[in-house]
């Protein structure tokens, strides 16, 4: 077992205190938005040994998935992410236009897709994915945005976004969702807004689960959760961020096809939880101790994230790399995931 030093990145939405106290740390005034644990360069981790720490990728070379914290105080930015291919073509014109990786206007850092599954810890608040057109022409009707629905019927979906997203401002009815009344008192006039009118408004309590597989439209509004993905950092932007967004390239690799509220199925057995998610990319078990925890892997690195509880063994706020065969018993109640590529 190695215990996983991880990195935290502080993104302007993130939350000043949840991920503090997950940490057992110091608040120092600064939004704490993620704590990454894997190998991706863009916050790689790192491992104690007998002389110290040392790189995660020196002991277990390249991790093909990436396990986070998120402490979303504010709304993330309207995002998508890439297929495979689409990845792999967009990092290799990036590259061949000389753009550096850590460039802020870079979009593909990677050439991977990125498929991920938000877990809550608490009350977790999102937009994901679009509805049927004839639920939001309802929802229209009832709130008499005629303007807007007329739009819709004529131009769908797809030509909805490119209507919102073709202006630097609009003017957004008076009469919204909360949700949607939040998002235009951080984002006044904002295109964004009109988008989400016509996505799930999903509310995730404690222990449910959201994926997210490439093209989905989404974007976090609140909350505090464990997410676990691709090893990958390609997020293709389109609104509610002062980071670079890049309109045309959201249309090109947005999936604008309705689907149903994109929750995850899960199942308990005893003391543990599978969450179902559609993917081979990793898989996801939570297992929860009321005396102790033991956890052996299966496959040839995982890592355990321990969410509450714990010993010194490992405790809450603490991740350790499992490789194949391995085993980890924790000698208090806690709370653990199992992660896996």
């Known amino acids: 077992m190695h215990v996983l030093h991880g990195t935290v990145a502080h993104y302007e939405w993130g939350d000043k205190e949840a991920l503090p106290d997950?940490?057992?740390?110091?608040?120092?005034?600064?939004?704490?938005?993620?704590?990454?644990f894997g190998t991706h360069p863009g916050g790689p981790s790192q491992v104690t040994t007998t002389t110290g720490t040392?790189?995660?990728?020196?002991?277990?070379?390249?991790?093909s998935f990436l396990v986070k914290v998120i402490a979303a105080a504010e709304p993330l930015s309207l995002q998508t992410h890439p297929t495979t291919e689409q990845a792999r073509e967009g990092f290799a014109r990036e590259n061949a236009r000389g753009i550096p990786l850590d460039a802020a206007q870079r979009i593909y850092r990677d050439a991977s897709a990125k498929p991920e599954l938000l877990i809550a810890l608490s009350r977790f608040e999102a937009v994901s994915g679009f509805r049927d057109v004839t639920e939001t022409l309802e929802l229209f009707a009832r709130h008499n945005w005629r303007d807007l629905a007329t739009r819709l019927s004529r131009d769908g979906i797809e030509g909805f976004v490119r209507f919102a997203l073709g202006q630097s401002r609009h003017e957004l009815p008076t009469n919204l969702p909360d949700y949607a009344a939040r998002l235009a008192e951080h984002y006044p006039g904002s295109g964004g807004v009109l988008i989400s009118l016509l996505m799930h408004h999903v509310v995730l309590e404690a222990g449910q689960a959201l994926f997210l597989d490439a093209g989905n439209?989404?974007?976090?509004?609140?909350?505090?959760?464990?997410?676990?993905?691709?090893?990958?950092?390609?997020v293709v932007r389109a609104a509610f961020t002062r980071k670079h967004v890049d309109a045309e390239e959201f249309m090109r690799v947005s999936n604008f096809t309705p689907m149903p509220p994109p929750i995850v199925n899960q199942a308990?057995?005893?003391?543990?939880?599978?969450?179902?998610?559609?993917?081979?990319?990793?898989?996801v078990q939570r297992?929860?101790?009321d005396k102790r925890v033991t956890v052996r892997s299966t496959h040839a690195a995982e890592i355990v994230l321990?969410?509450?509880?714990?010993d010194e063994t490992l405790h809450k706020g603490q991740a350790?790399?499992?490789?194949?065969?391995?085993?980890?018993?924790?000698?208090e109640p806690a709370s653990v995931f199992r992660c896996w590529g």
């Open 306 to 310: 321990c969410v509450s509880g714990g």
């Open 217 to 234: 439209v989404h974007s976090y509004l609140s909350g505090f959760g464990v997410e676990v993905m691709s090893s990958s950092d390609n």
């Open 287 to 289: 297992i929860d101790g």
């Open 268 to 283: 308990r057995n005893d003391d543990r939880i599978e969450y179902f998610a559609p993917t081979r990319a990793f898989g």
């Open 22 to 36: 997950f940490l057992g740390a110091l608040t120092n005034g600064k939004p704490w938005a993620e704590l990454w």
């Open 320 to 331: 350790c790399l499992l490789r194949h065969g391995e085993s980890l018993t924790i000698d």
């Open 54 to 63: 040392t790189p995660l990728s020196d002991v277990v070379g390249n991790l």
